[in-house]
């Protein structure tokens, strides 16, 4: 069923399962849409697609993750519940895939069959998180400070970093993404029984700044292997790394 919130872009009505793919903060689905065309014909890739960027660039963002854990949680439910599915999320997209198996297991009964997160600390309840100040900060920032942290990251070209009229446009999505990963609260439940069964695979770019990828372990009582490639925050834009994550999904499928 076509929405403007799954990019769908190699469709497989015979496909088995699904990867939905969740963006990092200021991202599109065009990145992740594209793997269908690498991935196996027992796939079918559906990238997110937030307000603000891309098709809907006109649209405002979306400012807070639990009306965006809403949105997606409802289409997958009443739109694309009838296969198994997995989850792939980069940065922010891990933290929302999380929040939404998390919801889609308490209030649904179902979850993915495999989630695969990358580039961000697993969910901890203390609140010096490592990304915290560094997003206060950026959010806080002005907007030539912004572009400069955005260059230090990587991921983003000078070409859009230096252009004036498409950052006025960008820069507001990126601040509502980072305030609301920034504003994202984890609270384990009283019991200690993990929200998640399936099984979580969990990456990392070696030069990126450290992270706690060992709490993802606390989510699910299914296996956690954690793998570090090389390359910084956005490592799996290289060719290498993005060929492993085909090799990888394909195989596990």
Not at 39 to 61: C, D, H, K, M, W
Not at 103 to 121: A, R, T
Not at 149 to 173: A, K
């Amino acid at each position: 069923m076509p929405s403007k919130l799954m990019n769908c872009r190699f469709p497989r009505r015979n496909a088995t399962v699904r990867l939905f793919c969740f963006p990092w903060a200021g991202g599109g689905s065009n990145f992740n849409a594209n793997w269908g065309s690498s991935i196996n014909e027992n796939i079918e890739v559906v990238a997110i697609l937030l307000p603000g960027r891309e098709s809907r660039f006109t649209e405002p963002p979306i400012r807070t993750m639990s009306e965006v854990v809403d949105v997606i949680t409802k289409a997958i439910v009443s739109q694309y519940s009838a296969k198994p599915f997995a989850f792939f999320g980069h940065s922010m997209g891990a933290l929302l895939s999380f929040e939404i198996a998390k919801v889609l297991k308490e209030k649904h009964n179902m979850q993915p069959v495999k989630m695969y997160v990358s580039g961000m600390s697993g969910p901890r309840e203390d609140k010096d998180k490592d990304t915290s100040k560094t997003q206060k900060r950026v959010c806080e920032a002005t907007d030539k400070e912004f572009i400069e942290f955005l260059r230090g990251m990587g991921g983003t070209p000078d070409e859009i970093l230096n252009n004036e009229e498409i950052m006025e446009v960008f820069l507001p999505v990126l601040r509502a993404d980072y305030g609301m990963v920034d504003d994202h609260k984890f609270e384990l439940p009283p019991s200690p029984t993990p929200m998640l069964t399936c099984p979580v695979d969990v990456f990392g770019g070696k030069q990126d700044s450290d992270r706690d990828y060992e709490a993802w372990r606390r989510i699910t009582s299914g296996k956690v292997n954690v793998t570090m490639r090389d390359g910084g925050h956005f490592y799996l834009k290289e060719k290498k790394n993005t060929e492993f994550f085909y090799n990888l999904i394909n195989g596990d499928f």
